[in-house]
């Protein structure tokens, strides 16, 4: 599990996710993830992950 | 949701503009900027603060005690401490819940069902909002029942 505290963290934070070969991405509902949703399914896709619709299998 | 929000004002006979006059703030996923909204808010006098998300009620919560908030959906009331009860809210709060974490539980259950091999799952989490603790200790034992490590 990563905690961030803002936007600056959250391409870091799922890069380390990949890094710990996780198989699968939750995003928990938050207006942070919710706002910067596509950089996050943009950081997931640069590790390989697929996106699915609220879920990336990683 | 604004739209529907405004649709709704319409119906009730509200026009903004007209008879009506919203402030409108947002923290754009910056959450360090809520309490001051919150606080200007009331600075301005407003007589209803709409809020959206747990953050944001978090702050008007803190900003007021006397002005009536409504939450347009936020996480668990109770166990984030911005209602006394869902049956007794009490204080000056009322509006709908997200009940984040039975819903995080579920959404993990049908990842297990896409997913069936999966062991080890990535969990993005804020840790500047309060409902990120409460859904964490929450879906602790789902987790464990479905055979999943958190990494």
Redesign the interface.
């Known amino acids: 599990m990563i905690a961030v505290a803002g936007e600056s963290e959250l391409e870091n934070a799922v890069a380390e996710i990949a890094r710990r070969r996780a198989q699968a991405l939750v995003v928990s509902d938050d207006a942070l993830f919710y706002v910067h949703r596509v950089s996050i399914m943009n950081a997931a896709q640069g590790t390989g992950c697929r996106p699915w619709s609220r879920v990336q299998n990683c | 949701m604004r739209q529907g929000i405004d649709a709704q004002l319409r119906e009730l006979g509200w026009v903004e503009g007209g008879n009506l006059l919203i402030e409108r703030r947002y923290?754009?996923?910056?959450?360090e900027l809520l309490q001051p909204m919150a606080e200007e808010l009331v600075r301005l006098k407003v007589e209803l603060i709409g809020t959206?998300?747990t953050?944001?009620a978090v702050a008007a919560k803190n900003a007021t005690t006397s002005i009536p908030i409504v939450m347009f959906g936020a996480?668990d009331p109770v166990r984030t401490g911005l209602v006394a009860s869902l049956a007794r809210p009490g204080g000056n709060i009322t509006g709908l819940s997200?009940v984040?974490p039975e819903?995080?539980a579920k959404?993990?259950a049908?990842?297990r069902e896409?997913?069936p091999?999966?062991?080890?799952?990535?969990?993005?989490?804020?840790?500047?909002?309060p409902?990120?603790a409460v859904?964490?200790k929450e879906t602790e034992p789902v987790y464990r029942s479905l055979g999943v490590q958190?990494?």
């Open positions: 923290a754009n996923g910056r959450a959206v998300g953050q944001a996480g997200m984040s819903i995080d959404r993990l049908l990842l896409v997913l091999a999966a062991q080890r799952i990535g969990v993005l989490v804020n840790s500047t909002n409902i990120s859904v964490q958190r990494s």
